[in-house]
């Protein structure tokens, strides 16, 4: 078993070595790094290699190219590459530009992967974060507090159609479900890579979480794609949901088309049976939204995802 990092960056000048160090100065260290630049203008392909040159590392492959997909595309891309290298029971653990490990995260992950690895090889672990800011100042001393996720509730099979509680630096995945999702997902309708792996790993695999104290610092900024403290005016918030909701819609058809690929309708759980029913002919497509909406309303776990109900059946007039 080998231990790999995935690595994917672009203009990521500003906390790539916070990143990177705290990789490399683990107790438990990395087999393989494996970096994919995307586009990169900043500088940060120079910074990662001096510091690689600087630990004396020689054990990694430096991808780079000259689109910039955005954070999704981009990981997808570097998990078909990678998938080509890594065996099935290797770990790869994923790491974003801008947050930090705290010490101990690679051996505590490691003891887990190696307990469950024996038992179901598509396997997935993540942990809890400390949210903090810029500055790596403490926001929010625990991630999954209920508002808005909470662990186990929102790893349910419905809810994960709906909203996705994993962040993805925090992620180890073995190498037989890297291969799986990147050789039998179309991934052009996904909304996010640890959104898609979680979809997939509940169903088709494991998932497990380490729950004892967190384990990485989750960064917030002004360049985040994602936040959890971003503040929004009204307008700002109501476009916002009605581009998840159409993206929801999107992502959950791409998913049935995936299912219908994957297994027999007769095998399927009875929430897919009725995702593959729906778009077996293309006249059913229209149930799509009052399913989801009815889904967000009675399973969504907080308010702001039981009102995405609204938003989801207002595509109806949009799609």
Same mark, same amino acid.
């Given at each position: 078993?080998?231990?790999?990092?995935?690595?994917?960056?672009?203009?990521?000048?500003?906390?790539?070595?916070?990143?990177?160090?705290?990789?490399?100065?683990?107790? *438990?260290?990395?087999?393989?790094?494996?970096?994919?630049?995307?586009?990169?203008?900043?500088?940060?392909?120079?910074?990662?290699?001096?510091?690689?040159?600087?630990?004396?590392? $020689?054990?990694?492959?430096?991808?780079?190219?000259?689109?910039?997909?955005?954070?999704?595309?981009?990981?997808?891309?570097?998990?078909?590459?990678?998938?080509?290298?890594?065996?099935? $029971?290797?770990?790869?653990?994923?790491?974003?530009?801008?947050?930090?490990?705290?010490?101990?995260?690679?051996?505590?992950?490691?003891?887990?992967?190696?307990?469950?690895?024996?038992?179901?090889?598509?396997?997935?672990?993540?942990?809890?974060?400390?949210?903090?800011?810029?500055?790596?100042?403490?926001?929010?001393?625990?991630?999954?507090?209920?508002?808005?996720?909470?662990?186990?509730?929102?790893?349910?099979?419905?809810?994960?159609?709906?909203?996705?509680?994993?962040?993805?630096?925090?992620?180890?995945?073995?190498?037989?479900?890297?291969?799986?999702?990147?050789?039998?997902?179309?991934?052009?309708?996904?909304?996010?890579?640890?959104?898609?792996?979680?979809?997939?790993?509940?169903?088709?695999?494991?998932?497990?979480?380490?729950?004892?104290?967190?384990?990485?610092?989750?960064?917030?900024?002004?360049?985040?794609?994602?936040?959890?403290?971003?503040?929004?005016?009204?307008?700002?918030?109501?476009?916002?949901?009605?581009?998840?909701?159409?993206?929801?819609?999107?992502?959950?058809? $791409?998913?049935?088309?995936?299912?219908?690929?994957?297994?027999?309708?007769?095998?399927?759980?009875?929430?897919?049976?009725?995702?593959?029913?729906?778009?077996?002919?293309?006249?059913?497509?229209?149930?799509?939204?009052?399913?989801?909406?009815?889904?967000?309303?009675?399973?969504?776990?907080?308010?702001?995802?039981?009102?995405?109900?609204?938003?989801?059946?207002?595509?109806?007039?949009? *799609?």
């Amino acid at each position: 078993m080998k231990k790999h990092l995935l690595i994917c960056c672009h203009n990521g000048a500003s906390f790539i070595e916070d990143q990177v160090e705290s990789v490399i100065q683990q107790d *438990s260290k990395i087999d393989y790094y494996h970096v994919f630049d995307f586009s990169s203008s900043d500088g940060t392909p120079e910074i990662i290699i001096s510091l690689f040159e600087r630990y004396g590392l $020689e054990n990694f492959k430096f991808y780079r190219y000259r689109d910039a997909p955005g954070a999704s595309r981009s990981f997808f891309r570097a998990f078909s590459e990678l998938s080509k290298v890594v065996e099935d $029971e290797d770990c790869i653990f994923f790491a974003d530009q801008d947050d930090v490990w705290l010490p101990g995260k690679i051996r505590a992950m490691q003891d887990i992967f190696e307990r469950k690895i024996s038992k179901n090889r598509n396997l997935a672990i993540f942990h809890g974060v400390k949210v903090v800011d810029s500055d790596l100042g403490i926001i929010k001393e625990n991630f999954y507090t209920g508002n808005p996720y909470s662990i186990p509730r929102d790893l349910s099979i419905d809810r994960l159609l709906l909203c996705n509680p994993v962040i993805g630096h925090t992620l180890l995945v073995s190498g037989a479900a890297l291969k799986m999702v990147s050789q039998e997902m179309n991934h052009a309708g996904y909304i996010m890579h640890d959104w898609a792996l979680m979809l997939w790993l509940k169903r088709f695999g494991e998932v497990d979480f380490y729950l004892e104290t967190p384990l990485s610092l989750y960064r917030q900024h002004a360049n985040n794609i994602l936040g959890t403290t971003k503040k929004r005016s009204l307008k700002e918030s109501l476009c916002r949901a009605n581009d998840l909701a159409r993206a929801i819609v999107l992502q959950t058809a $791409e998913f049935s088309y995936d299912l219908r690929k994957k297994y027999d309708v007769s095998g399927a759980i009875f929430l897919d049976k009725i995702l593959i029913y729906i778009f077996e002919k293309d006249y059913r497509k229209f149930l799509i939204y009052p399913f989801l909406a009815l889904l967000a309303f009675f399973r969504g776990p907080t308010f702001e995802r039981k009102m995405l109900a609204f938003f989801i059946l207002g595509q109806i007039f949009f *799609s």
